[in-house]
């Protein structure tokens, strides 16, 4: 806290659960002001303080193809028995996209059609706030240069110029946010929206680490944050993204860059090795916990699509180590302890963003199966003509997809594909049922790979139990907010996926009840 801030008598000094006769007190107590006092009467001297419409808009090019031209059924099979998947028509050297990729949707726009694809954007939080604010007219700045520590909002050189030996060559903003935030008028209007989105996440992230310091200690998880209000932000933020987008991005979360980077290399190792290595996991059989393949769907689906991808089933009952492809086994394991991690807290805020209790959507299971997808989108020669991923909605209850820099996901948004771009350390959610699904696909690019890793929260086929059924949430329900969509059992869902495969349509329509 800030001078100002909170109660001036409380005091500070070791967490008593920490001392006994071995480890007496270090540290005397000392209060807020005393201590925040002491920092800004000492400077910093170097010493410690010890403290995606479908069709789209129809000025893109299109590309009609009769698929009753040829006997698209063989084709596929040979492809499929070739098991080399689109990387290992890539290698042979192809120039010309095999006809079983070529879209035969009735029309698809021209995806580099910039007019094609909409100016809108996903909500990103801009940080470059703090630098528009330093490069201002010195007379809008000087409005706020000052060495008042009780002002909520100051800015100046070296806040310890006074004190100081050396000034060190830095300009600085100073924010206090919580616990009682300012007016917002009172925030430099340049960097005003971003300071407050910036603050949420910080909060948030603040909350987790207070939590697992915490733990590190071996205290209570609560012990060291009274702070959970900041929790009801985002809370309102989550609902909002899910209401109006189905999907939201979210940064500051709790997985390591350097575990994203490994799983995304982990999973590339997979696709480039020999096709002979990867052939003993090219199966269609969907009991087994790891396989690779092309395409799915690809007996069913009208069109393939320019991806391979490797499938982990890895909860409720994870495979035997041995089963994971060594050169990926090590990551995936340790990434679904972070993605099982960071499902529950999302499925806490978005049953809080329902209105309902923090457990709620885990006490339905929605946290129990997990089922990690690693995907591989070769550079493809005939971009325009085929697409990574077809549209579709996802099978889960929700998914957190980790895309790489090359980019090419769009979501369906107002009748317009948007596109995600790629943000360093983001992570990709979309939602299902009361929030909305979310229709989204990926483009093909003449670039790459792209890797992306989609880790869809559900059962697989042969896990959990059987007779649960799934439907609206009843605590939902009311005369006014009837049932939309009726029961259904995992394995009816699941199979329904695959008996369909991609064909651009919503997967839950034919739950829908008859109005
Ligand atoms: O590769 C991506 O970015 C998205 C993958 C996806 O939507 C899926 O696997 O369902
Ligand atoms: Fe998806």
Not at 224 to 252: M, P, T, Y
Not at 285 to 304: G, I, Q
Not at 431 to 446: G, M, P, W
Request: hydrophobic fraction near 35%; charge should be negative; include cysteine.
């Amino acid at each position: 806290m800030n001078f100002q801030e909170g109660s001036g008598s409380g005091l500070y000094g070791p967490i008593k659960g920490l001392l006994s006769e071995e480890s007496p007190p270090m540290y005397r107590e000392t209060s807020r002001k005393e201590y925040v006092t002491y920092l800004y009467s000492k400077g910093l001297d170097g010493t410690s303080i010890s403290a995606r419409k479908m069709a789209g808009s129809n000025n893109g090019r299109t590309q009609i193809v009769d698929s009753s031209e040829y006997d698209r059924r063989s084709e596929v099979q040979a492809f499929d028995d070739s098991k080399v998947g689109v990387k290992g028509l890539l290698d042979a050297g192809i120039t010309k996209l095999l006809r079983i990729f070529l879209n035969n949707q009735p029309v698809i726009e021209k995806k580099s059609d910039s007019d094609a694809v909409t100016k809108l954007s996903i909500p990103v939080i801009d940080f470059e706030g703090g630098r528009h604010f330093h490069e201002q007219d010195p007379e809008v700045k000087k409005q706020f240069y000052s060495r008042d520590v009780t002002r909520m909002f100051t800015y100046n050189t070296n806040y310890d110029l006074h004190k100081a030996s050396t000034a060190n060559w830095r300009d600085t903003l100073y924010c206090v946010m919580v616990p009682n935030p300012p007016d917002p008028e009172e925030i430099p209007e340049v960097c005003r929206d971003v300071l407050i989105k910036y603050m949420e996440y910080v909060m948030k992230l603040g909350l987790t680490l207070y939590e697992l310091l915490s733990e590190a200690l071996g205290l209570n998880p609560n012990h060291l944050e009274d702070i959970e209000s900041q929790r009801a932000d985002i809370v309102r933020e989550i609902k909002d993204a899910c209401e109006n987008w189905g999907f939201f991005q979210i940064v500051h979360h709790e997985i390591p860059s350097s575990v994203k980077e490994k799983v995304l290399k982990g999973v590339r190792h997979f696709h480039e090795q020999d096709s002979e290595v990867k052939k003993e996991f090219y199966s269609r059989d969907v009991t087994r916990k790891v396989t690779y393949n092309s395409n799915f769907d690809l007996l069913k689906s009208p069109t393939a699509n320019w991806r391979d991808t490797l499938y982990c089933v890895m909860a409720p009952n994870p495979p035997d180590p041995e089963e994971i492809p060594e050169v990926c086994r090590e990551v995936l394991i340790e990434y679904t302890k972070y993605i099982m991690k960071l499902g529950l807290t999302l499925f806490e805020l978005l049953s809080e963003a329902l209105q309902l209790k923090s457990d709620h959507l885990k006490d339905m299971e929605c946290a129990e199966g997990l089922f990690i997808t690693g995907h591989y989108y070769p550079a493809c020669p005939e971009p325009d003509l085929t697409l990574g991923l077809s549209g579709h909605t996802d099978s889960g209850f929700l998914t957190i997809v980790l895309q790489d820099q090359i980019g090419g996901l769009q979501v369906f948004h107002k009748n317009q594909w948007v596109d995600v771009p790629f943000l360093p350390g983001a992570l990709i959610l979309i939602t299902n049922d009361r929030f909305k699904s979310v229709l989204h696909r990926v483009l093909a690019k003449n670039v790459g790979p792209r890797i992306s890793v989609a880790s869809f929260f559900r059962m697989h086929f042969q896990e959990g139990s059987e007779s649960r059924l799934y439907g609206p949430i009843r605590e939902l329900l009311s005369d006014e907010n009837p049932p939309i969509y009726r029961e259904t059992s995992r394995k009816e869902y699941v199979t329904r996926l695959y008996n369909k495969g991609l064909d651009g349509t919503s997967l839950l329509s034919p739950f829908k009840l008859q109005k």
